[in-house]
């Protein structure tokens, strides 16, 4: 039983390292998607807003959700969700498609499971996968090319098949202890201490997306390789 359950959260820690890797792939991006298709920095900034309000504003509403449906048998299918539209940006015809593809990465990243029960590993697996981002990322796009990024769409399926197998699928990811009334969502996202909560988190995350956002078109706009 212990085997499993480190097995379990191995596996989990891994698929949430992948998702934030993926997730953390529009920073990189930008400058080459500037020069693709024009982008002002002012769309630029829309462009990481959608990001960022599909990621984080989502996260309450799918957690919310989840303490009413089991979403465990949807776990093979949250990373490659998460992969597939970021990946497929370089063939994006249109502006809209652009910002569509980040959107669904965003709501897939906000869909992943939180668990508790040996967390620290759980939230360690998800720096690691931010921390890679930039090595793997820069690295892939200096040999190959924009239109080769859904190549790396292939190590998420393989996560989404390992949790296939897993048998994850089949526990429940419900509160063992459910209340006989649930609080409405309304009340959950309006309350004084949720929203002093995320305000602090919301100035404290401004200053570190805004620097780690925009550094890399600031460096390029100045001639840097």
Known sequence: MRH???????LLSTGHAMVD????????????????FGLSLTMCGVLVMVASVTTNMLQPIFGYLMDKRNFSPLLPYIVPAAAAPMCMVGFAGHIA???????????????????????????????AGMAFVPLVLVAFLEKLSLHAL????????????LFARSGLCSVTSLPEQQ?????????????RATITLNLAMGLRC?????FG?????????????
């Open 4 to 10: 499993n359950i480190r097995h379990a959260t191995a």
């Open 21 to 36: 890797f993926y997730a953390n792939f529009l920073p990189i991006l930008l400058p080459l998607l500037v020069l693709k």
């Open 97 to 127: 498609l652009l910002f569509l593809l980040v959107a669904v990465t965003g709501a897939a990243t906000a869909a992943e499971g939180r668990g508790n029960g040996m967390m620290s590993y759980f939230i360690a697996g998800g720096n």
């Open 150 to 161: 859904p190549l790396l769409i292939l190590p998420a399926a393989l996560v989404g098949v």
């Open 179 to 191: 209340t006989a009334e649930h609080a409405p969502l309304a009340r959950v996202l309006f309350a």
């Open 206 to 210: 401004w200053t570190h997306g805004a």
């Open 213 to 225: 956002t925009f550094l890399p078109l600031l460096l390029v706009g100045s001639g840097a390789d």
